[in-house]
Antibody, heavy 119, light 107 residues
Framework: EVQLVDSGGGLIQPGGSLSLSCAASGFTVSGNYMSWVRQAPGKGLEWVSVIYTGGNTYYADSVKGRFTISRDNSKNTLYLQMSSLRVEDTAIYYC?????????????WGQGTMVTVSS | DIQMTQSPSSLSASVGDRVTITCQASQDISNYLNWYQQKPMKAPKLLIYEASNLETGVPSRFSGSGSGTDFTFTISSLQPEDIATYYCQQYNIVPITFGQGTRLEIK
């Protein structure tokens, strides 16, 4: 079964760091464009980052320099390392797979993991 | 960044109604436009990709059209299970951007 399972969310103080994981099954993360998308409470969807099959990475301006997307092919897992966290980073974070032949049409999503940045 | 302007922000319709949502891009995005459905406490679901292609398993009452800067999403006959928030999304260039969403309610 094709599936993504997000984990790693929690409560963190402003300025802190947190690492999110997204375990894939039924396909390889290395063979697909993979993104992180977030949703603040009661708000819309915001794209965060993408890692291409070739390894290139791109970020939203709001997280550039603070977040790092990566993958571990041996574990078939996608990661999002977050540092210098701000209150405005509070959101549900979803990992998502782009459908074959596309880099930005997300056909498989994780269930989401909640990150709360608060003192 | 490409701005995606979606309208209306909310709408109320009756079962069986035809429902239309529009999305306008701030610049030409060709057909790199997707539509998603999100139900409360759930991850989004891809319905339409590349402006007009129906994702596998999605009912045929959902459709999309448009290219360039103007796009339309239609539900031909609204069903009770279609109650959700709908988002358009462009991926012509980084950063990927979403519309602000349309909340669909049953009248």
């Amino acid at each position: 079964e094709v599936q993504l399972v997000d984990s790693g969310g929690g409560l963190i103080q402003p300025g802190g760091s947190l690492s999110l994981s997204c375990a894939a099954s039924g396909f390889t993360v290395s063979g697909n464009y993979m993104s992180w998308v977030r949703q603040a409470p009661g708000k819309g969807l915001e794209w965060v980052s993408v890692i291409y099959t070739g390894g290139n990475t791109y970020y939203a301006d709001s997280v550039k320099g603070r977040f790092t997307i990566s993958r571990d092919n041996s574990k078939n897992t996608l990661y999002l390392q977050m540092s210098s966290l701000r209150v405005e980073d509070t959101a549900i974070y979803y990992c998502a797979r782009a459908r074959r032949g596309s880099w930005g049409a997300f056909d498989v999503w994780g269930q989401g993991t909640m990150v709360t940045v608060s003192s | 960044d490409i701005q995606m302007t979606q309208s209306p922000s909310s709408l109320s319709a009756s079962v069986g109604d035809r429902v239309t949502i529009t999305c306008q891009a701030s610049q030409d995005i060709s057909n790199y436009l997707n539509w998603y459905q999100q139900k409360p406490m759930k991850a989004p679901k891809l319905l339409i990709y590349e402006a007009s292609n129906l994702e596998t398993g999605v009912p045929s009452r959902f459709s999309g059209s448009g290219s360039g800067t103007d796009f339309t999403f239609t539900i031909s006959s609204l069903q009770p299970e279609d109650i959700a928030t709908y988002y358009c999304q462009q991926y012509n260039i980084v950063p990927i951007t979403f519309g602000q969403g349309t909340r669909l309610e049953i009248k």
